[in-house]
């Protein structure tokens, strides 16, 4: 018989008013609520108190993958109509997965332009979920027009424009080839990351370019029929090195968000030992997955119903995060990608 998991055991009520639409003046003076994993203990605090959670030879582990301004407005060629572009990921030089609104009329061989022709691309095929593989042309370099004509893909729920792109970005970002910003991260500033390493706290990084998928509604009953879209991660030997050290010293490794996490659960081993590898990943973490290589977890607050929250529930227990979210709601903590954050050990 098939197992069963239903997606409404991970919902929970929400106020719109508690989403959160811009981000705060300074990054790491946002709640912190901290939630014990065995005993669903709850404290609440100011984000820069997490370094007195951990202790000298502890490793953070950082996604340095960093946002594209990945959302185009153009023309289709010929008829002048507006449209929408997305970059989702990129397949090689000039070539990109995309999202396209309106995407009915966008058929293959639609020619698109972009600030006037100074980039161009044409609908060279349909893959799965109707997104659209686009060549583009130009001259010079791609990331530097991106830049002049490219805005941040904020999520759906944020309404507002955001008056510094920087701000979805993390301090450490470097690796360019993001669709979402990696949020866990974005409550960090240099001064927070130098006071943790004075502290002999080890500070490792991988990178997981993080696509859209991530924040795709669940839109199945059983939740163990969803399918996770692939997403490019690298971890180098430096890095790796990092993390096992604080394994074999018997100290613990938190990961700063749920692409950190999805990064090294794929690399790892059953002993939770890590290696320098690339690739691509679909891990999909839900409750029942056995953690080999995480000890704690710094996390935002996650849709109902999202795969994240099923990470974290994962990690946490479904009843333990759940209490937690309601305790949040209750204390009109600020949800999503410019919210407030949790520390989970």
Same mark, same amino acid.
């Given at each position: 018989?098939?197992?069963?998991?239903?997606?409404?055991?991970?919902?929970?009520?929400?106020?719109?008013?508690?989403?959160?639409?811009?981000?705060?003046?300074?990054?790491?003076?946002?709640?912190?609520?901290?939630?014990?994993?065995?005993?669903? &203990?709850?404290?609440?605090?100011?984000?820069?108190?997490?370094?007195?959670?951990?202790?000298?030879?502890?490793?953070?582990?950082?996604?340095?993958?960093?946002?594209?301004?990945?959302?185009?407005?153009?023309?289709?060629?010929?008829?002048?109509?507006?449209?929408?572009?997305?970059?989702?990921?990129?397949?090689?030089?000039?070539?990109?997965?995309?999202?396209?609104?309106?995407?009915?009329?966008?058929?293959?061989?639609?020619?698109?332009?972009?600030?006037?022709?100074?980039?161009?691309?044409?609908?060279?095929?349909?893959?799965?979920?109707?997104?659209?593989?686009?060549?583009? &042309?130009?001259?010079?370099?791609?990331?530097?027009?991106?830049?002049?004509?490219?805005?941040?893909?904020?999520?759906?729920?944020?309404?507002?424009?955001?008056?510094?792109?920087?701000?979805?970005?993390?301090?450490?970002?470097?690796?360019?080839?993001?669709?979402?910003?990696? %949020?866990?991260?974005?409550?960090?500033?240099?001064?927070?990351?130098?006071?943790?390493?004075?502290?002999?706290? /080890?500070?490792?990084?991988?990178?997981?370019? #993080?696509?859209? @998928?991530? +924040?795709?509604?669940?839109?199945?009953?059983?939740?163990?029929?969803?399918?996770?879209?692939?997403?490019?991660?690298?971890?180098?030997?430096?890095?790796?090195?990092?993390?096992?050290?604080?394994?074999?010293?018997?100290?613990?490794?938190?990961?700063?968000? %749920?692409?950190?996490?999805?990064?090294?659960?794929?690399?790892?081993?059953?002993?939770?030992? #890590?290696?320098?590898?690339?690739?691509?990943?679909?891990? +999909?973490?839900?409750?029942?997955?056995?953690?080999?290589?995480?000890?704690?977890?710094?996390?935002?607050?996650?849709?109902?119903?999202?795969?994240?929250?099923?990470? #974290?529930?994962?990690?946490? @227990?479904?009843?333990?995060?759940?209490?937690?979210?309601?305790?949040? #709601?209750? /204390?009109?903590?600020? +949800? +999503? &990608?410019?919210?407030?954050?949790?520390?989970?050990?």
């Amino acid at each position: 018989m098939k197992k069963m998991m239903n997606v409404k055991d991970f919902y929970y009520d929400l106020p719109q008013e508690l989403i959160a639409q811009d981000p705060l003046a300074d990054r790491s003076g946002s709640r912190l609520m901290v939630l014990g994993r065995r005993d669903g &203990s709850v404290e609440h605090h100011v984000f820069r108190d997490m370094i007195n959670y951990l202790h000298p030879g502890d490793c953070l582990v950082l996604n340095n993958t960093k946002v594209l301004p990945a959302r185009l407005f153009g023309t289709k060629e010929g008829t002048q109509a507006g449209i929408e572009l997305l970059l989702l990921k990129r397949l090689s030089d000039n070539k990109w997965e995309t999202l396209v609104k309106p995407g009915k009329k966008a058929k293959i061989g639609t020619k698109l332009q972009f600030g006037n022709g100074l980039l161009t691309g044409e609908i060279i095929d349909i893959v799965e979920e109707g997104n659209r593989i686009i060549q583009f &042309s130009y001259t010079g370099i791609f990331e530097e027009i991106l830049d002049k004509l490219g805005e941040m893909p904020l999520p759906p729920y944020i309404t507002h424009r955001l008056q510094d792109q920087k701000r979805y970005q993390t301090v450490y970002a470097k690796e360019e080839g993001s669709a979402a910003a990696p %949020t866990a991260g974005l409550h960090f500033t240099e001064e927070l990351l130098a006071q943790l390493a004075d502290k002999g706290v /080890e500070l490792a990084e991988v990178t997981l370019h #993080v696509g859209l @998928g991530t +924040f795709r509604p669940v839109k199945v009953d059983n939740v163990l029929d969803h399918h996770m879209h692939s997403e490019f991660y690298r971890l180098d030997e430096e890095n790796a090195g990092k993390i096992n050290r604080a394994k074999a010293g018997g100290h613990r490794v938190v990961a700063v968000g %749920t692409t950190s996490t999805r990064t090294l659960e794929t690399i790892a081993d059953e002993a939770g030992i #890590v290696r320098a590898a690339s690739g691509w990943t679909q891990i +999909f973490v839900y409750p029942g997955y056995h953690f080999r290589c995480i000890d704690g977890l710094i996390t935002n607050f996650h849709l109902p119903e999202s795969t994240l929250i099923m990470l #974290v529930s994962a990690f946490a @227990g479904r009843e333990h995060v759940l209490e937690a979210y309601a305790q949040a #709601v209750k /204390e009109k903590y600020r +949800f +999503f &990608s410019f919210g407030d954050a949790m520390l989970i050990l």
